[in-house]
């Protein structure tokens, strides 16, 4: 496999002195710049009054990142955005996959229950908001580099925030560090596209904000970050809502951050009689004078079990869902981000369907290139249940040789939960056989190798990395008539981690922050 990495980038930077400087400007410039996190709880401890901040985990230089994949990423996004908006509106294909999977899966099936409580009541907002991010890692086939896609998010897509920051960084440093190194990197040689990361995921939050309308109940609108408690990320999420502030040319946008565990605390539900019905009217702790209707929930929480440790918390989520903000994600949008979604999608059917997959349900025959597209960011995904494809699926996930190609996923987000390789045939082992299918087994990409240095809690890590492509895009649309009022890409996230390491979450500890040095 050829390296993606040139004998003098990036440099090693075997000398100490050289190392210590552009290691203090990238300390200072991450403080300066808001690419930080809040400190690990151990550190918290310590920091009574709250006011600790920490660098975030980067990359000494931009890794090199080919450019037709960069590119391919970027152009598919919006195809991406119109697909899973659709997947959204078609409650009977989701109702069957939730189905298959809700049986070992105790969380997607209280989802689904949160889904049908409104749905017999009625909705009362058919505006949904998506701020996805598809995932990519480069595979190569001969020569031949392509994307295939890791995961598509469809909830609480994260480090939008920061990923704008760190390409800003790696811009910097091209400037004003790199032509100075000995074996110094002229500015001109490297390729370092913008990311407006941050301004674009604003922008798709502004304008549900401007789509929900005039309040109706007196109370000015306004917009709430669902998020968690102890949130670490907490930059990452205002960076959107600064982004958010400096680009609304009007009158500025109330902004609330409401941690999730909260919400039934200090929201209410106007009466289904009044007019519009079911505003989700916010009183702000701070000043029991305010009181706001929410245009638009943002959701960074609510997207694991953890987030719901009591029967409470789900009616907080229900009491989110019949209300007539505009939920960014909506419940049926969050399932169709399920790995089981993206595995029918990849999965030829060739029984049912004369060897097409379910994509075809999605994208109709007249649309061929956005089909050919799509289809060809799949990598082989397969069920684990007791079809032809899923028998086939389990002999190779329990094969102690062919498990070493495979990673083996549950219905969940955020990081941590996958088993990998051998670690696949033990767990299969702990999981009743009828549990299986809520699993689904996914072919592993190996990327062309890179080199870099991570910089992490003040220390280095130099040696081989694998980098994780994110394209952020954003959808607006109607649930009821699938009219789609916004779709657009926004920005790049590169995520990078060990080549040792299976997982790549950067709040997870297992990645860094990193941006593309296009080649
Ligand atoms: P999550 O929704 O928890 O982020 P992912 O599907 O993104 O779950 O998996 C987490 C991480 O595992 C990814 O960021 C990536 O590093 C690794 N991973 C997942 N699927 C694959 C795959 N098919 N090939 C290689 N690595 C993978
Ligand atoms: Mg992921
Ligand atoms: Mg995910």
Redesign the pocket.
């Known amino acids: 496999m050829s390296s993606l990495t040139e004998a003098s980038y990036p440099p090693t930077l075997d000398d100490a002195l050289e190392r210590d400087r552009l290691v203090q400007t990238i300390k200072d410039w991450t403080i300066a710049n808001g690419l930080a996190v809040r400190p690990p709880p151990a550190v918290a401890g310590n920091d009574a009054e709250g006011t600790l901040a920490m660098s975030a985990p980067v990359t000494l230089f931009p890794s090199p990142f080919p450019k037709t994949c960069f590119e391919d990423a970027q152009d598919i996004q919006p195809r991406y955005n119109e697909l899973y908006a659709r997947i959204s509106r078609d409650e009977e294909f989701l109702s069957s996959l939730v189905q298959e999977v809700a049986g070992g899966d105790d969380f997607i099936a209280n989802l689904w229950n949160v889904h049908l409580r409104v749905k017999d009541e009625g909705y009362v907002q058919n505006l949904s908001l998506g701020l996805f991010r598809s ?1 990519y ?1 480069v595979h190569q086939d001969g020569d031949n580099l392509q994307i ?1 896609q ?2 598509f ?1 469809t909830i609480a897509s994260s480090f939008g925030g920061l990923s704008a920051q760190t390409t800003l960084l790696h811009q910097y440093l091209s400037k004003t560090e790199y032509p100075l190194l000995k074996d110094g990197i002229p500015t001109s040689s490297l390729d370092l596209p913008a990311n407006n990361s941050a301004e674009g995921l604003a922008a798709g939050l502004a304008a549900a904000f401007h789509a929900y309308g005039e309040p109706a109940l007196g109370h000015p609108t306004c917009i709430v970050f669902l998020v968690q408690d102890d949130e670490r990320n907490v930059f990452d999420q205002r960076h959107l809502e600064y982004a958010l502030q400096a680009s609304s040319d009007s009158a500025p946008i109330p902004v609330f951050r409401l941690p999730f565990s909260q919400l039934l605390t200090h929201t209410t539900l106007a009466p289904s009689s009044s007019p519009g019905g079911r505003q989700l009217l916010y009183r702000p702790p701070h000043n029991p004078f305010l009181t706001f209707e929410v245009a638009v929930a943002y959701l960074r929480a609510g997207y694991g079990p953890a987030d719901y440790p009591s029967p409470a918390t789900w009616e907080a989520r229900y009491q989110l869902e019949r209300s007539a903000a505009i939920a960014c994600p909506s419940v049926l949008t969050q399932l169709a ?1 399920m ?1 089981k979604v993206q595995q029918v999608l990849a999965t030829p059917d060739a029984v049912a369907s004369g060897g097409q997959s379910a994509l075809r349900r999605f994208v109709p025959d007249d649309n061929e290139p956005a089909y050919a597209a799509l289809w060809k960011t799949f ?1 082989n ?1 397969y069920p684990l249940d007791a079809t032809a494809a899923g028998l086939e699926a389990r002999r190779l996930a329990t094969d102690p040789e062919a498990c070493k190609r ?2 083996m ?1 549950p219905q ?7 088993f ?1 390789r051998t670690a696949i045939p033990q767990r299969l082992g702990e999981i009743p056989k009828e549990h299986w299918g809520s699993y689904i087994l ?6 062309p190798p890179v080199v870099n240095t991570i910089l992490r809690n003040g220390k280095l890590e130099h040696g081989g990395v ?1 980098c ?1 492509l994110g394209i952020y895009g954003t959808c607006l649309w109607d649930q009821a008539t699938g009219e789609v009022l916004r779709n657009e890409g926004a920005g790049y996230l590169l ?1 990078t ?1 060990g080549d040792k ?5 950067v709040a ?1 500890g ?2 860094c922050m990193d941006s593309c040095r296009l080649v």
């Not at 390491?501 to 979450?505: A, D």
């Open positions: 995932d890692m295939k890791v995961e998010n981000g790995k990598t995904i495979y990673v996923k969940r987000e955020g990081g941590g939960n996958n990998y996914m072919e592993l990409i190996t990327p694998i994780e995520r981690k390491s299976e997982e790549g979450g997870a297992y990645g």
